[in-house]
């Protein structure tokens, strides 16, 4: 099924939930939405399965405008993040419920119920209450209980969250495959940039009720549109410099305080051509300590990941974070020298935060 | 696992284990105990005395507050009530008002608004509920004499009027047709209670479950059905229970409007017979024993009641304690 | 010369404190508790302010008066002198209705007042009639302190419209008094107003619409009784029969509704009956008299329009062939723990004078108590009043008895049982008389 959404908004009052979105989402595609708490996530998910009527805009499941079309006849199944599930209710009845709605015959009922739970791995546990189950085993039941039905769309809100590291690492992997296999159309709202850049096909950045970006993930990393989208997809976040790109015969340099970095023309044309000071973005992994480097700092803070450590190193006022080996036991105080691969290097114009680089 | 299959417990393991039960029994009643003395002090105690009263010959005529020195008459007052030529009528009154009260305005209308008013704009529904509060705030002298206004006989009653203006017959409404009135009057007075816990009960039902409905292919009425309802069985015998109790003993409206007439006992209940046939003192000397026995049978009929209700909202489902988990 | 000094003082101080044990001493203590809605009824209780320099004189004591006037309900403001009463709280007067002897006399809250009545000449000229609702067991347990007649209202202006003449409509009491005019006289006349369109089918004649001490009239008026020689609880069948026949074939005939009984007082009742327009015969008492005027026809000129349209007669003879009324009489009593019952009495009598009574009676419409207040000009200028006074001459009044409130309620459990159709006469009597045998067992004797 594809979904199309144009210019959405959605207002409660004067609070602004979400705000002239536009998204087409390919049938069978899955579409992660992430953005910072209260961007307008779970209000896009609620509008289009038709909980909250859309204040302007249209939305398109296929040819049919679903605007006004209750929830009940969108054919849409959906994860909640606290799995509400009916704690009245058994699993079976709780997987059973939507076919229940739909008048499908007892017996149909029966054996649809049991293979979705057999799916999920939790044939066992059908004739307990929700109360009785456990975080990961509540997630399979939601999940069936969405899946049963044989929705056109599926929707998550946040469906990870409450689980544990490994648990969410499993299931996520499920999930992906699930989809894949059963071709459905999925929208998945995270805030967990991890889950978001490996499951997707394509991520929808979301900030303050409007979409910064709908691309597929690498693209996002790579080639981010706006500061805040090179901001906040990548963990560490992206380092952030004010600079000015100057150019003298054919060489580019970026300059800040004692800082100077030079480039090559692919990335140092159009900033030195933007005129004035720019924001120069670079993720963590793209400096390096080396021997001898283009900037020397000294260590403020060392945090060990385990498998690397994430070094903040100061340069006069400038910060950066980075990532180091372990192994080289890196300590706080001391002095080390960087190296900036400068290939990798974003350029942001710092009053509209559009990259100078990529044009929409 | 069979009893068999357990290693015989030396005897000071035995000692020790049942030191343990009882450690944690005391515990429980130590959490229990605030309860039990409210239950006592306000329940058990009353009944007792009631129940102590019932037996005695008690009245203004011969009245002692001194336990001792009441005289015993043992059953006499509950042969006098059985013995009553209308005490069937009037038993059988009561349940009538209260079953019908009860499911129609205290449950039925109560569960209405409380689904409707949390079902549109939040402030308006403040403001319905507001309205349905009114009657139980106000004074019952004060809002009989509002609905007797409204229903009294052309030309002073406001219905009336409206019949005359439109050319219809006038009634003298409330003679004509007394059980309507006794149970609307007292049904709009019961709706604030359980109007009040179904919507605070509705309103802490999670947004993400009521989603989940109709996400899952139902109406909004199939939700009330299959989650909302469900979902505050408790409050619901709760309301249930409490206001069969305060209908069983409500009786000042029904004096005020009909007295329990018109004729013979066509609206007397049980708790108004009480004050009739005892508990009044308009001519002198109440009978503080006989009103008594009435109050033990009022009791006895609530508590049955009650049990009822309990088997039938499957009360030891409700407070269930969770198995363990196996996994 | 200081030593000197504080010496007087402490002296002084000395003389001052024995002399305010002295007073102290002497001053009796004297709790009054009255019901009244005020301001006509306050007299209840502040006659006795008016008398006490008159009572100190002349008992040569000093006494501190506590007047506590109360407008509660009947019920709540009993059941507080029983139970404080059996606290030993009690006041040392309690005014309440004549019938509360039947209880509080058994149960021991008040004292019996036959040896001390005759120390007081201010108790001599009451009604004698009075005195007959104020004994139990043969003795008297309280001082009549007002008296209402509850009398026929006739609708002067209805009689007018039937064709009656001034003449025959201004002697109507006198004829009802004589026994020329009797119940079945006014019932026929009832009809024939119906008949000729006067009055609508229902409202040739109406009772009050709860129950009340009226309704023992009828039952008085057949020959009833409800006390023997004895005192002990008596129902007769035939007079209650009779009465139940009066009843239910009024409203057969169509004078009297059916729902008469449950119409409201203030809604219905007095409004249709007070305007004199509706209504023929009514059953009342005096005070609705002062009401109406106030309330329901104070528009058309109260009392002056009510002097034109109203007449106010004996209640017709029936069975017995005698015109009667009733009364219900307020009563002071003194408690049984009250360390001075004689200085109590003292103030009773004091206020017990047409001067005081006088003041009580006309503010709030009641009748006096007192043969000489009819002599008396204020009184004798009330037109009301003076009209009415002879019916104390024609009055019953309520038993005084533990087991009258379970008669009563029997009895009139018969009365809605005969108005409604459930029963006919004879049936209504049964109802009541199992009714009060069940609830009263050998304590009433069917005769
Ligand atoms: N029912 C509602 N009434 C009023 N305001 C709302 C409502 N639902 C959401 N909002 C507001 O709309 C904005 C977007 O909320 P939304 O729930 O869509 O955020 P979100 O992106 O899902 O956040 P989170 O990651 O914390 O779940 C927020 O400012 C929120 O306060
Ligand atoms: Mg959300």
Known sequence: MEIRIDNLTKKFGDVVGVEDLTLHIDDGEFVAFLGPSGCGKTTTLLTLAGIYKPTDGLIRFGDRVVNTVQPKDRNIGMVFQSYALYPHMTIFQNIAYPLKLKKVPKNVQNEQVRQVANVMGIGELLDRRPGQLSGGQQQRVALGRALVKEPDVLLFDEPLSNLDARLRLTMRGEIKHLQKNLGITSIYVTHDQVEAMTMADRIAVMNRGHLQAFDAPDELYDRPKTRFVAGFVGNPPMNFLDVEVSQSNGHFLAEADSIQLPLGADRGAPPAGHGGPVVMGIRPEDIQIVEKGDVTGEIFVVEPLGREDLIDVRVGPHGFILLADTEKQHRAGERVSLNFDMTQAQFFDPQTERSLLWRQ | MTVSSDKPKSSAALIQSRRNALRSYLGAYGFMAPAGVLVIVFFLIPVAIVLYLSVTNLASSNFTSDLAKMEFIGLKNYRTLFNDQFARKIFFNTIFYVLVTLSLFNVSLALIVSLLTTHIDRRAGFFFRALWILPRITSPVVYILIWKRMSAEAPFGILNQFNEFLGYPTYNYVATNPWVFVVVVNGFIGVSFGMIIFTSAIESIPKDLLNASLVDGSSRLQRIRYVILPLIRWPLLFVVTYQTLSLLTSFVEIQLLTDGGPGLYRTEVWSLTAYHRALSNYFGNAQWGYGSAFAVLLVMIGVVLAVIYMRVFRFDELIAEPRVEAL | ?447
């Open chain 3, 1 to 447: 010369m200081i030593r000197k000094l504080s010496l007087t003082m402490l002296f002084a101080l000395l003389l001052g404190l024995l002399a305010g044990f002295a007073v102290a001493q002497d001053a009796v203590s004297i709790t009054i508790r009255c019901i009244a809605s005020p301001p006509e009824e306050d007299w209840r209780c502040n006659n006795f302010a008016s008398v006490e320099a008159e009572v100190e004189a002349e008992l040569g004591i000093e006494i501190n008066l506590n007047l506590i006037q109360d407008n509660a309900s009947w019920g709540d403001y009993k059941n507080e002198f029983v139970l404080a009463s059996e606290a030993g709280e009690a006041p040392d007067i309690i005014l309440s209705g004549h019938e509360d002897i039947g209880a509080w006399a058994p149960a021991g809250f008040i004292i019996p007042l036959d040896d001390v009545i005759p120390m007081h000449s201010e108790f001599d000229d009451i009604v004698p009639s009075l005195w007959e609702s104020h004994g139990y067991a043969g003795q008297i347990w309280g001082i009549p302190q007002d008296a209402e007649a509850r009398p026929i209202f006739y609708s002067k202006l209805l009689l007018r419209d039937l064709g009656w003449s001034e003449e025959d409509i201004e002697s109507l009491p006198d004829r009802v008094a004589a026994g020329e005019f009797t119940f079945a006289d006014m019932l026929a006349t009832a009809e024939a107003a119906i008949d000729e369109g006067v009055v609508d089918s229902g409202n040739g004649w109406w009772h009050r619409p709860s129950n009340g001490p009226d309704f023992l009239y009828y039952y008085y008026g057949h020959g009833g009784e409800v006390l023997d020689m004895e005192g002990n609880l008596v129902v007769d069948r035939d007079a209650l029969v009779a009465t139940y026949e009066l009843l239910g074939g009024a409203v057969a005939s169509g004078v009297l509704r059916s729902d008469i009984i449950g119409l409201d007082w203030s809604e219905v009742w007095h409004p249709t009956v007070g305007q004199a327009e509706t209504v023929l015969f009514a059953a009342g008492g005096t005070w609705n008299w002062p009401n109406w005027a106030l309330n329901y026809v104070a528009d058309r000129g109260g009392d002056e329009y009510l002097f034109e349209n109203i007449g106010l007669t004996l209640i017709p003879a029936m069975g017995t062939g005698k015109a009667i009324t009733l009364t219900h009489p307020l009563t002071y009593m003194i408690s049984s723990g009250s360390p001075h019952p004689d200085v109590a009495l003292s103030l009773i009598a004091a206020i017990t004078t047409p001067e005081h009574n006088n003041k009580h009676a006309i503010d709030s419409f009641h009748l006096g108590i007192l043969n000489a207040q009819l002599e008396s000009e204020a009184y004798a200028n009330n037109r009301l009043l003076s009209s009415a006074h002879y019916m104390l001459d024609h009055t019953t009044s309520l038993p005084n008895h533990p087991g009258w409130n379970a008669w009563s309620g029997a009895y009139f459990l018969g009365i809605q049982a005969v108005e409604t159709g459930e029963a006919d006469a004879a049936g209504a009597a049964d109802i009541a008389i199992a009714q009060m045998q069940n609830e009263l067992g050998d304590g009433i004797t069917v005769r």
